[in-house]
């Protein structure tokens, strides 16, 4: 990791931390927010635990304790439920966003749902007594922290309020112009199960969308 080198506003020099390209997902993130400065980037990665995940690699199972929240910085993880044995795809969370599969960060009881690395996953993981000892390190972070989730669930709600009244074309021309990237990291037939129809039926969709 190297080091850049700045001017404070008193005119000193200071050294900057050159953040690689998934640090800076979870710096963009926080930015969204509010501001935060070279001081507090540096504390935050001092505390963050990155880890790597392989494709294929689950991170929660059915009837497993929901105890840990992910945020992806490089990869994309999948939610499904299994109905009748077959798995039902709800989410896809990819770069730059929290993973939760209640909208909020822990919850003390079993999961309904799988989480699943769709690819190779670089992502910051923590559980309650991390959170903790990062928001008592940094006590503003906790701030920031619940207003990332109050726009993550408001986002949430809103994409489950258009995909309840859309169409399944509708649903997929919404996917097309909000989150075209899936388009070609996801296989079609989970990209199927996303918004609700057989990979038959999004085949022929597709094809109704060229044609036009």
């Not at 050159?18 to 710096?27: D, F, G, P, Q, T």
């Not at 079609?188 to 129809?197: D, F, N």
């Amino acid at each position: 990791m190297g080091e850049t080198t700045g001017h404070s506003q008193n005119g000193t020099t200071e050294k900057r931390r050159e953040l690689s390209v998934h640090e800076k997902v979870l710096i963009d993130f926080i930015s969204q927010i509010a501001p935060i400065s070279e001081a507090e980037i540096e504390t935050i990665f001092e505390l963050v635990k990155i880890r790597e995940y392989e494709k294929g690699k689950t991170l929660l199972k059915e009837g497993q304790l929901r105890n840990t929240c992910y945020f992806v910085m490089q990869g994309c993880i999948r939610e499904y439920y299994l109905v009748d044995g077959e798995e039902k795809t709800t989410s896809f969370f990819t770069e730059g966003q929290p993973v939760s599969v209640s909208g909020f960060p822990f919850e003390t009881k079993a999961s309904k749902s799988f989480l699943v690395c769709n690819e190779d996953c670089i992502v910051i993981e923590s559980k309650p007594e991390d959170e903790q000892a990062f928001f008592d390190k940094l006590p503003r972070m906790e701030t920031l922290s619940r207003v990332g989730v109050e726009m993550e669930l408001q986002k949430s709600q809103e994409a489950h309020a258009e995909y309840i009244m859309a169409s399944p074309e509708g649903r997929y021309l919404n996917l097309l112009q909000t989150r075209p990237d899936l388009l070609d990291r996801v296989p079609q037939y989970q990209l199927a199960s996303y918004l609700g129809v057989t990979p038959e039926s999004l085949s022929r969709i597709r094809k109704r969308i060229m044609a036009k």
